[in-house]
């Protein structure tokens, strides 16, 4: 069984930076893509970044600049710094595991749980 757990969300002032952290456990033998999206109330969920296992790096164009994505393979782990948030950019923060090999055989895609990040004064 193969799970995400999310870290490192809160409350943020506006233009200040927070790190999220996603760690990966289960009998895992490789994970090709990792990544965060969110999803603000009332809206749909959206990619904010991923990467491949290979360091290849998708952000979304509202981001560019200010986030930066980065994953740890050995330890099946992947981080997003935020800085310069901006309160719209408060929402429940997802990573996601795409094409995950296990001794249990292969997922297509895992989601975790999410962790909220709150940008207000």
């Known amino acids: 069984q193969v799970q995400l757990v999310e870290s490192g969300g809160g409350l943020v002032q506006p233009g200040g930076s927070l790190r999220l952290s996603c760690a990966a456990s289960?009998?895992?033998?490789?994970?090709?893509?990792m990544g965060w999206y969110r999803q603000a109330p009332g809206k749909q969920r959206d990619l904010v970044a991923s990467i491949t296992d290979g360091g290849s790096r998708n952000y979304s164009d509202s981001v560019k600049g200010r986030f930066t994505i980065s994953r740890d393979n050995a330890k099946n782990t992947v981080y997003l710094q935020m800085s310069s948030l901006k309160r719209e950019e408060t929402a429940v923060y997802y990573c996601s595991a795409d094409e995950v090999r296990t001794a249990a055989g292969y997922r297509a895609a895992v989601w975790g749980q999410g962790t909220i990040v709150t940008v207000s004064s």
């Open positions: 289960g009998s895992i033998f490789s994970i090709y893509s």
